[in-house]
């Protein structure tokens, strides 16, 4: 297993926290290890959305979040043609709840932060 984190943000959203990191995979494996620094990482969250694409394959797990932010991470990846990417956020609840779309809506914010975080190193190197 060998993977890189490229980029990190936060995004405080009616008190929430959205932790989104992005990393660089080898392999598919990488997403379960990735997923266990996050869970040790930010142990009071309550959830560990992610989204991972290695080629042709894409996958996307929501964690029991509404608003499917799984597939809003996934639908990043794809748009920013990033194929061998791990996109995770981890959400620390602050009390207020979102519901549905505004959840989707931060955890794209979040999504979006990072990887625009991650192309404004590259074009920098």
Do not use: Q, W
Request: charged share 30%; hydrophobic share 40%; with cysteine.
């Amino acid at each position: 297993m060998t993977f890189r984190e490229v980029a990190a943000v936060r995004l405080d959203e009616k008190k929430s926290k959205f932790y989104a990191h992005l990393y660089e995979i080898d392999s598919v494996d990488d997403v379960a290890a990735i997923r266990e620094i996050h869970e040790k990482l930010y142990k009071k969250a309550a959830h560990h959305c992610y989204a991972a694409a290695f080629g042709t394959f894409l996958d996307s797990r929501a964690d029991g979040e509404v608003g499917s932010p799984g597939r809003v991470l996934a639908e990043i990846l794809e748009r920013h043609g990033l194929s061998s990417h791990v996109l995770i956020v981890s959400r620390l609840f602050g009390g207020i709840k979102l519901g549905p779309a505004g959840v989707a809506r931060a955890f794209r914010e979040a999504g979006n932060g990072v990887v625009t975080e991650y192309e404004e190193r590259r074009k920098a190197l």
